[in-house]
Nanobody, 126 residues
C-alpha cells in the first residue's frame, strides 16, 4: 500500500507562489498517474491537476490553467504542484492521490484515484 505525504502548504498573499510536494513510499509510484485535488470548507473535493506516469500528458482544471504546473520526479517518487499567481479562491486543503492507471484518455475523476495523502492547507490572503 503506497503512502503519500504532502508538504509545502502555508499562508501566502494573493499573487504569491507556493510549491507543494507529495512524497510516495511503500508502493508503486513510477507507473501510475498522479493527481492533485483540493477541498475548500463546505465544498466537494475537486480535481486540480493530473500527470501521467511518463509525464507526457497533463490535465488542469480551468480555474488553474496558466497558473499551476504539475510535475513529477520518478527517481525521487515525488510529484509537485507549482502554484503561481495565487488567488484567495485557491484557499483549500490540497491532497495528492495516486491514480489506478498510468494515464487517462478522458478527464479523470476522484473515483479514479484510490490512494490519498492526508492533505496540506493552503491559505491565500487578499
Amino acid at each position: 500500500q503506497v503512502q503519500l505525504v504532502e508538504s509545502g502548504g502555508g499562508l501566502v498573499q494573493a499573487g504569491g507562489s507556493l510549491r507543494l510536494s507529495c512524497a510516495a513510499s511503500g508502493g508503486s509510484f513510477g507507473t501510475y498517474a498522479m493527481g492533485w485535488f483540493r477541498q475548500a470548507p463546505g465544498k466537494e473535493r475537486d480535481l486540480v491537476a493530473v500527470i501521467s506516469w511518463t509525464a507526457d500528458t497533463t490535465y488542469y482544471a480551468d480555474s488553474v490553467k496558466g497558473r499551476f504546473t504539475i510535475s513529477r520526479d520518478n527517481d525521487k517518487n515525488t510529484v509537485y504542484l507549482q502554484m503561481n499567481s495565487l488567488k484567495p479562491e485557491d484557499t483549500a486543503v490540497y491532497y495528492c492521490a495516486r491514480g489506478d492507471s498510468g494515464t487517462y484518455y478522458y478527464t479523470p475523476t476522484r473515483s479514479d484515484f484510490a490512494s490519498w495523502g492526508q492533505g496540506t492547507q493552503v491559505t491565500v490572503s487578499s
